[in-house]
T-cell receptor
Framework: NAGVTQTPKFRILKIGQSMTLQCTQD?????MYWYRQDPGMGLKLIYY???????DKGEVPNGYNVSRSTTEDFPLRLELAAPSQTSVYFC?????????????FGPGTRLTVT | EDQVTQSPEALRLQEGESSSLNCSYT??????LFWYRQDPGKGPEFLFT?????EEKEKERLKATLTKKESFLHITAPKPEDSATYLC????????????WGAGTKLIIKP
């Protein structure tokens, strides 16, 4: 049981380039999330998904896109990278449902845009 | 507006010196309050969920408590391996997914 896995661990992009951050979970969780974490700041929600084929915007969606074609995978696409997107990106998943839903996180991707 | 404030921002303790971290929250009905531990270069690791005022949970040297306005993470006789950033988050009763996150407390335990 690997939990939540993310690739790559590190990436350097030039301004204007694009890339996809990969996320996979093997816990059969319905909900998946993408966050960014900047130094001294709380986690900011970029996008989330409540199931395959269903996605919605979080607090800071501009410059990003997502898709969810399977329960397991939730890739995050960055188009036209900008220096403001330099951050650490975390993917997370949770069971969903009526109770309080603790989220389980991947190891993160550290992205630098120069 | 729902929000979470953690204090202090950083805390340095000697090994064995007990203390507490604070998480103050404002939310329109609490579904759950979560504590996480985050080591440098890693993702947050889930520690506890608290659901209602008066509830307490323990894990090794950590004990989390909850009131109607705040939660405390008590650390008893800490060891250097307890050094990490501790994050607090709340889920409102009217949300199935969204967590409101605090900025964290960086805990450093010196041997």
């Amino acid at each position: 049981n690997a939990g939540v896995t993310q690739t790559p661990k590190f990436r350097i992009l030039k301004i204007g380039q694009s890339m996809t951050l990969q996320c996979t979970q093997d816990m059969n969780h319905n909900y998946m999330y993408w966050y960014r974490q900047d130094p001294g700041m709380g986690l900011k929600l970029i996008y989330y998904s409540v199931g395959a084929g269903i996605t919605d915007k979080g607090e800071v969606p501009n410059g990003y896109n997502v898709s969810r074609s399977t329960t397991e995978d939730f890739p995050l696409r960055l188009e036209l990278a900008a220096p403001s997107q330099t951050s650490v990106y975390f993917c997370a998943s949770s069971y969903g449902g009526q109770g309080a839903n603790e989220q389980y996180f991947g190891p993160g991707t550290r992205l630098t845009v120069t | 507006e729902d929000q979470v404030t953690q204090s202090p921002e950083a805390l340095r303790l000697q090994e064995g010196e007990s203390s507490s971290l604070n998480c103050s929250y404002t939310v329109s009905g609490l579904r759950g309050l979560f504590w996480y531990r985050q080591d440098p270069g890693k993702g947050p690791e889930f520690l506890f969920t608290l659901y209602s005022a008066g509830e307490e949970k323990e894990k090794e040297r950590l004990k989390a408590t909850l009131t109607k306005k705040e939660s405390f993470l008590h650390i008893t006789a800490p060891k250097p391996e307890d050094s990490a950033t501790y994050l607090c988050a709340v889920q409102a009763r009217d949300s199935n997914y969204q967590l409101i996150w605090g900025a964290g407390t960086k805990l450093i335990i010196k041997p």
